[in-house]
């Protein structure tokens, strides 16, 4: 999950922020609704890795402002499919994969990529796309900015048992409907959600790191000096080019590996 992690913040930082805080929202709803250890680590998994597909979309069109073309949308709607491709021939816990692949759909039928309806979609992946829904809308995008929390609540609440699990709607109002602080300034920082919304459990060997955006640029002690610290510099660069090499060649394995699934 790191290798993958790396490949998608190599490219753009701001979607791993996104996953692991959807991943913390999932996590605390699941929890809520009983769901199992192991599901919820299925769920976990599934909330960190969500957005892996963006690697095979162009970064201009994910950031763009105004209104997608028909043609743009249908281009971002292939992500949970592209996903799905990456990840299912991977060992991954449970049913992480297909999560994944539907947590894009919506009970009336109207999501992607399958258009599937009610019960046909796992419960993992209707908390899932709340938890989504509740981060995206209450965070700064790169397009526009946050729309609060009472007008994501309220998002939820008109569309409750038409797009989204009416039981997971309620389970969301009830957590989150009077304690959860405004969201706004989120996703402008690595920073964990409030200790109102605490975090999922990690398994011991994800290791602390699990819970940190990946470290670029760190700044070196500034007992470093003289030619020590020109050559930790020159190290730590490149190390970092050695990285963004590995990295640029896992996703473009990984994006033609996704192609010829289609």
């Given at each position: 999950m790191h290798v993958l992690e790396s490949t998608i913040a190599a490219r753009d930082p701001y979607t791993v922020g996104h996953q692991r805080r959807v991943s913390q929202i999932a996590c605390t709803i699941g929890r809520e609704m009983g769901l199992s250890e192991d599901r919820l680590h299925s769920l976990r998994m599934a909330g960190m890795l969500h957005d892996l597909g963006k690697v095979a979309i162009p970064s201009d069109l994910l950031s763009k402002p105004g209104k997608l073309t028909p043609t743009e949308f249908a281009l971002i709607k292939t992500h949970p499919q592209v996903a799905y491709n990456i990840l299912s021939p991977i060992s991954l816990p449970g049913n992480t994969a297909?999560?994944?692949?539907?947590?894009?759909?919506?009970?009336?039928?109207?999501?992607?990529?399958?258009?599937?309806?009610?019960?046909?979609?796992?419960?993992?992946?209707?908390?899932?796309?709340?938890?989504?829904?509740?981060?995206?809308?209450?965070?700064?995008?790169?397009?526009?900015?946050?729309?609060?929390?009472?007008?994501?609540?309220?998002?939820?609440?008109?569309?409750?048992?038409?797009?989204?699990?009416?039981?997971?709607?309620?389970?969301?109002?009830?957590?989150?409907?009077?304690?959860?602080?405004?969201?706004?300034?989120?996703?402008?920082?690595?920073?964990?959600?409030?200790?109102s919304m605490p975090a999922p459990p990690v398994p011991r060997d994800d290791g602390p790191q699990a819970h940190e955006i990946i470290a670029r640029g760190r700044p070196l002690p500034e007992a470093v000096g003289g030619k020590s610290r020109n050559w930790a510099i020159l190290r730590a660069k490149g190390h970092r080019s050695w990285m963004h090499l590995v990295s640029a060649s896992i996703m473009g394995w990984l994006i033609m590996a996704s192609i010829r699934g289609f």
């Open positions: 297909e999560i994944i692949l539907q947590h894009h759909e919506r009970l009336n039928g109207s999501g992607y990529p399958q258009g599937l309806k009610g019960e046909e979609i796992l419960l993992e992946a209707r908390i899932l796309g709340v938890a989504d829904v509740m981060e995206a809308m209450c965070s700064h995008r790169p397009y526009r900015a946050s729309l609060g929390l009472a007008e994501t609540l309220d998002e939820l609440t008109r569309n409750k048992e038409i797009l989204y699990d009416a039981a997971v709607v309620e389970t969301c109002l009830e957590l989150y409907g009077q304690e959860l602080p405004d969201l706004q300034e989120v996703s402008s920082t690595p920073t964990p959600l409030s200790p």
